[in-house]
């Protein structure tokens, strides 16, 4: 490849990076049998590829994939913070993908890669956050007539895109892959679950066991988080807005109540709501002194940090992300600025996780293509089959064997 063909910082890292894009593909066994799959049957044989993905390990086994199954791929940044610097320079170098990345660069940096990418003429995206198509939607309309159709892997993405067709300006199919069954349970619940309190543990190393640990929100990332931290000997106390969730909690045997009371009997406070100032003054104002709050959810807003700087007579940091807010009565500890603690404080999702996404993301790029004529310009979730089929190949990677419905069989 010549050197105008790519654009990453660190050609000499290529070799880290095939070791940990090696690390994380035994990991990943459904992604690697979709692979053969599709070395096979090449259902993407020919055809122009565009990503805008996190560039980590757990990508670059799905752009192999796809590159497996016939496609040229083409990869830049869905957000330069998570860049990988090794991984992009192995992806060049060890497999021949062309990549416009470079980690921490500038916005602007950021926004000409994305230019780069469209400019080899895709004909299917794959976005994080729905960048690639909203450029070729706003700025290179002439395009479109080229695309079949794309991806689509985080909620904010999908809610953007379904807001576009509603109002009829979405011009291809999208298939939202966020919103999986598979995904969604391997990713929000287990995912989330573990990674969230390794992020916890890493930024306080704090004994679970015996702590009182308040958890906001009893949905998919709620309940990984509660049950691990179950695990780990934390007496879990819940609080939830949505009634039958919150009953829900109560019979999986959780100590359910509101967060005035919580707020007084926590030593440790999650947020996993995607709601909006969830933990707020009142209920610093009643906290044990001491008490460690951290957020799961995807914006930094669910712990009301203005009413906590107000009330800090001053701030300290204890830890790399731990910062104590001392206040005439007690000291509250906030964790990595309420961001995300999973990916702030240690790695967010393993590639096990990774592999359930991107294998229904590989499944949805063939279904794509085989299916482009009966498609319209719509956001379709995830084929109930792709979902059941991700499922049965897992299972098969676990060795795990399962029956059949009798009912089915006996007619
Ligand atoms: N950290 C990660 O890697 C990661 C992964 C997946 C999702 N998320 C984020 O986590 C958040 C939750 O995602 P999810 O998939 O669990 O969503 P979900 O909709 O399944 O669950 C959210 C739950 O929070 C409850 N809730 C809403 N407002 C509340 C409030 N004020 N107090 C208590 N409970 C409240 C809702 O009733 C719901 O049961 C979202 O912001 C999502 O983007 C983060």
Redo the contacts with the bound molecule.
């Keep these: 490849m010549t050197q105008e063909a790519y654009d990453i910082a660190f050609p000499d890292l290529a070799e880290a990076g095939r070791r940990k894009i090696a690390w994380a593909d035994q990991q990943m066994p459904v992604l690697q049998q979709i692979r053969r799959e599709f070395t096979t049957h090449q259902p993407l044989s020919g055809l122009r590829l565009a990503a805008s993905l996190h560039v980590t390990a757990e990508t670059a086994n799905l752009l192999r994939t796809l590159r497996a199954g016939g496609a040229e791929v083409i990869l830049c940044a869905s957000d330069p913070l998570s860049t990988q610097d090794d991984i992009a320079a192995s992806l060049v170098h060890d497999f021949e993908i062309p990549v416009f990345a470079r980690r921490a660069e500038s916005a602007s940096a950021h926004y000409r890669q994305a230019q780069r990418v469209l400019d080899s003429h895709p004909q299917i995206t794959l976005d994080d956050g729905a960048t690639l198509i909203g450029e070729l939607h706003k700025k290179r309309k002439h395009q479109l007539s080229e695309l079949i159709g794309g991806t689509e892997e985080t909620?904010t993405g999908t809610t953007r895109l379904q807001s576009m067709a509603r109002h009829g300006t979405l011009q291809y199919p999208v298939i939202a892959v966020n919103e999986a069954r598979t995904t969604?349970l391997s990713?929000?619940r287990y995912?989330?679950g573990q990674?969230?309190l390794d992020g916890l543990l890493r930024a306080t190393n704090v004994l679970l066991a015996g702590k009182h640990l308040v958890l906001?929100?009893?949905?998919?990332?709620?309940k990984g988080i509660a049950l691990r931290a179950k695990g780990m000997g934390a007496v879990v106390i819940i609080?939830?807005?949505?009634p039958v969730?919150a009953l829900e909690a109560a019979l999986d045997g959780f100590f359910v109540t509101n967060?005035a009371y919580a707020a007084e009997l926590g030593e440790i406070f999650i947020t996993?709501?995607?709601?909006l100032n969830?933990i707020r003054e009142e209920h610093f104002r009643v906290m044990k002194d001491g008490a460690i709050l951290c957020n799961?959810?995807?914006?930094n807003s669910e712990i009301e940090i203005p009413a906590l700087e107000e009330m800090a007579t001053h701030k300290e940091e204890m830890r790399p992300g731990v910062m104590a807010y001392h206040t005439p009565h007690k000291t509250l500890y906030l964790l990595a600025e309420g961001r995300?603690i999973?990916?702030t404080a240690a790695e967010?999702?393993p590639a096990a996780v990774m592999d359930m996404s991107f294998a229904n993301q590989a499944l949805s790029l063939a279904y794509l293509v085989k299916h482009q004529r009966d498609l319209g310009p719509r956001v379709y979730p995830v084929p109930p089959e792709i979902d059941g089929r991700v499922a049965i190949l897992k299972l098969q990677a676990m060795g795990i064997k399962i029956d059949q419905p009798r009912i089915a069989i006996d007619g």
């Design positions: 909620t969604r990713d929000h995912g989330t990674s969230t906001c929100g009893y949905g998919w990332s709620g609080v939830e807005v949505n969730q967060m996993a709501t995607g709601d969830v799961a959810g995807h914006f995300l999973n990916l967010g999702h």
